[in-house]
């Protein structure tokens, strides 16, 4: 009997195992969004989507574009987007449905899953016969002499309309007084910011990327470029309302960038819904984080990412399977 009794528990636990491998390599869809084609965080969300398919293909990540601030609503509703990149102040925003999320319904499924990456300073380019022609230095000049300057900048929703406009709006002008210069702003993805520029039908371009901005470096291979830096009272102005720090492009890092440019920074962060089971979520994780060194190769952006860092700063509370990984790896109680 007691013979008997074993190999009934040993049969029901070797069936109970087996069934959870089967569950566990069930095939998972998800949709990740990112940013703009041409951009970063483009890049590096398919680039991860391919690893994480690769390590284990029961995880079919489609990657598709987005914007800096809207992803984080979107992942958190999930109907269009399970993963995303965002950005801290973003998320928190989201969760609590202030600017830019005043009257949308809050975030309340949006987690985090890692961050410690992709360091996206505001830039702004402007061409340099334009900066001669006013003697434009800096963001503080336009509003001086407000100038018949052609803005592009991203598309609404995204980090890069977002922040540039709250730095017009601290120089105290907004879109409608460069209307009333004579000029006007354009909201288009990269690969149109960059034609409009080179072709001559713009003057000034905004991105919230990781320097060098590749977009800028394009833009130059054609037409001289100047950047501009903000003053430090404006870089306060960020970081108290905005969650950026002070971040310094250095000389040379652009073709004829004769100085260091001064302006503000912001770190992304991978955040998901709720709702993806948690031993999705966990692996996930565990692939990024244990393949450190390839999630560098993917673009400049992602070339600070440290593993050991993955669970800082991420703005809003980590994923449970996020949580689950960074407890066994010893970096959370």
């Not at 991203?154 to 017009?168: I, L, Q, Y």
Request: aromatic share 10%.
């Amino acid at each position: 009997m007691q013979k008997w009794r074993f190999i009934w528990i040993f049969g029901l636990l070797v069936t109970m195992l087996l069934a959870a491998s089967v569950a566990s390599s069930e095939p998972v869809n998800l949709t990740a969004i990112s940013a703009s084609p041409g951009g970063g965080w483009f890049a590096i969300m398919g680039a991860t989507a391919e690893m994480i398919h690769e390590k284990d293909p029961s995880i079919n990540i489609k990657s598709v574009p987005g914007s800096g601030a809207s992803n984080a609503l979107a992942v958190s509703l999930g109907d269009k987007a399970q993963l995303g990149f965002t950005f801290p102040p973003f998320a928190i925003a989201a969760v609590n449905a202030t600017e830019p999320f005043e009257g949308k319904p809050k975030a309340t499924k949006l987690r985090a899953v890692l961050a410690s990456f992709g360091s996206s300073p505001i830039q702004f380019a402007m061409r340099k016969d334009f900066a001669d022609k006013y003697g434009i230095k800096t963001i503080k000049d336009i509003a001086q002499k407000k100038p018949p300057i052609r803005v592009v900048t991203d598309n609404p929703g995204t980090s890069d309309e977002f922040v540039g406009r709250k730095v017009f709006e601290f120089y105290g002008f907004n879109y409608k007084d460069i209307d009333k210069w004579g000029g006007k702003v354009t909201l288009t993805g990269y690969t149109d910011a960059k034609s409009l520029i080179t072709d001559g039908h713009a003057d000034m371009a905004i991105n919230n990327i990781h320097d060098p901005s590749g977009p800028f470096v394009e833009m130059q291979l054609s037409v001289p470029m100047v950047h501009l830096s903000m003053t430090d009272d404006c870089l306060d102005y960020l970081f108290k309302n905005l969650a950026h720090v002070p971040h310094t492009i250095p000389k040379n890092t652009y073709k004829g960038q004769t100085e260091d440019i001064k302006t503000a920074t912001m770190f992304t962060v991978l955040v998901a819904n709720e709702d993806v089971p948690e031993d999705v979520i966990y692996r996930i994780t565990k692939i990024i984080c244990e393949n450190e060194a390839r999630f560098r190769t993917f673009a400049p952006a992602a070339r600070a990412f440290t593993a050991k860092k993955a669970h800082l700063g991420t703005g809003v509370f980590l994923h449970p399977g996020a949580r689950k990984y960074y407890i066994e790896t010893g970096q959370l109680k």
